[in-house]
């Protein structure tokens, strides 16, 4: 029976160590904080979207950096047995829109009581305020980390070794820093000679320039379409994304899960000097054509009202203020009084609401760390590190990040699985 520890007690490092221990053997997963799951409490809002009812393929789609690289992982251990997983295990599951998978509670606490159960049930070992300083090496006397060698345990904060016959990395990323996710993986990694790819926050909000962004804090929008252009110095205009779905203005910008998606293909285009700006399709299931056609046929009946007047059947009370000012209509002007041409500016305007996007948000804001150990150094059958034997990292500190909607969840259940499947 060999001995593995496991550093994490998040998503992929419980599912490791519940995967190593179904293998019959001796597991201790080792948590720096009082109690595991501590980020998969606050996924979701506390709900815990905690994968994407998805085919294999669907899943590798949805994955932004090195979907090839979870080939195995995915169909290892995939979306639906995830579920079964979970559902064996006593909870209560649901699908909702976009094939978002949750607890039929909407408590993000069952999906860590359910995954605690599991562990304990299997004899894992749990250590909780106990922090890893190092991971220890047998090719030097003090068993510092040596590249090329056999890793044979840990030394934790308190200077106590734990001998191990394989280590699990699953430490997390930088985003949360409050949750434990304070980059230690990061640095095991390269004690041992891996490569860190740069890390950067990823499925962030967005700051923006506009004033009128504060006007219109708290307003959430759904159903609408956002499109990201990027102007290059040259004036060459770049669609770089374009979905639709529901976002929220806040007093720094915008955020919601359509600007979280975007922000994924964003980290690298926000270090350009080219001018990046987002345009809102505030009624993406009309026409230009239809939506003017809607607009007289609404002024058709209010003729003789001021314009500041005429547009509550077509937004958000908030909205309609700012909308007048960039319009350059004057409010008190009479509808019949307004021009074809200004008519004409202002279903445009509602067709592209302009925002000019400045920069994303930190860590502390991130759903996920975008970067982290280079994955071309680990092996993707088994999630050990080519440079160390009996080395294994697995989760948020790999160089892997997907969107919103259970996927990057999904990473750390197979990622966590694959490895505890294959110690020894």
């Keep these: 029976m060999s001995k593995v520890i496991v550093i994490g007690g998040g998503a992929s490092g419980m599912m490791a160590a519940y995967s190593a221990s179904m293998c019959g053997h001796c597991v201790t997963l080792i948590e720096k904080n009082e109690k595991l799951g501590k980020k998969i409490y606050i996924t979701g809002k506390g709900r815990c979207n905690f994968t994407n009812d998805s085919d294999v393929e669907t899943l590798l789609l949805n994955v932004v950096r090195n979907p090839k690289f979870l080939y195995s992982a995915f169909y290892t251990f995939d ?83 734990y001998h191990a016959d394989a280590v699990i990395v699953a ?155 960039l319009s350059g209509i004057d409010e008190e002007k009479k509808i019949n009084e307004i021009t074809s041409k200004e008519r004409g500016d202002l279903v445009r305007l509602l067709k592209s609401f302009p925002l000019t996007i400045t920069g994303l948000r930190g860590y502390e804001e991130a759903v996920i760390t975008k970067g982290g150990v280079a994955i071309n150094e680990i092996d993707p059958s088994t999630m050990q590190s080519k440079k160390a034997n009996g080395l294994y990292f697995v989760g948020e ?4 990040d997907a969107y919103t909607g259970g996927f990057n969840l999904q990473i750390a259940w197979s990622t966590g699985y694959l490895a505890g499947l294959n110690i020894g």
């Design 171 to 325: 430490t997390g990323g930088l985003s949360y820093a409050t949750t434990g996710s304070t980059g230690d993986g990061y640095r095991f990694a390269k004690e041992y000679g891996h490569k860190i790819k740069e890390t950067s926050p990823s499925l962030v909000p967005l700051n923006t320039k506009e004033e009128y962004v504060k006007e219109l804090m708290g307003l959430s929008l759904k159903n609408v379409e956002l499109k990201v252009v990027e102007t290059s110095g040259k004036g060459k205009e770049k669609v770089v994304f374009s979905e639709q779905g529901e976002m929220l203005f806040t007093h720094f910008g915008i955020s919601g899960p359509l600007v979280l998606t975007a922000s994924a293909k964003l980290n690298d285009l926000m270090r350009s000097q080219n001018e990046v700006r987002a345009y809102i399709d505030l009624k993406p299931a009309l026409s230009v054509e239809k939506l003017e056609k809607r607009i007289l046929r609404d002024w058709d009946e209010i003729k003789n009202r001021q314009f500041k007047n005429s547009l509550k059947d077509l937004l958000p009370t908030k909205m309609i203020p700012v909308v007048i000012g």
């Design 397 to 400: 500190v790999l160089d892997l």
């Design 79 to 161: 979306a639906a047995a995830v579920i079964d997983f979970f559902e064996t295990h006593g909870m209560k599951t649901k699908v909702e829109r976009g094939n978002r998978a949750f607890p039929a509670s909407d408590h993000s606490s069952d999906v860590i009581r359910t995954l605690e159960r599991a562990l304990r049930d299997n004899g894992v070992e749990i250590l909780l305020n106990t922090e890893v300083k190092s991971i220890l090496s047998e090719s030097n006397p003090i068993f510092e980390p040596v590249e090329g060698t056999r890793v044979v345990g840990v030394k934790d904060a308190a200077g106590k070794t």
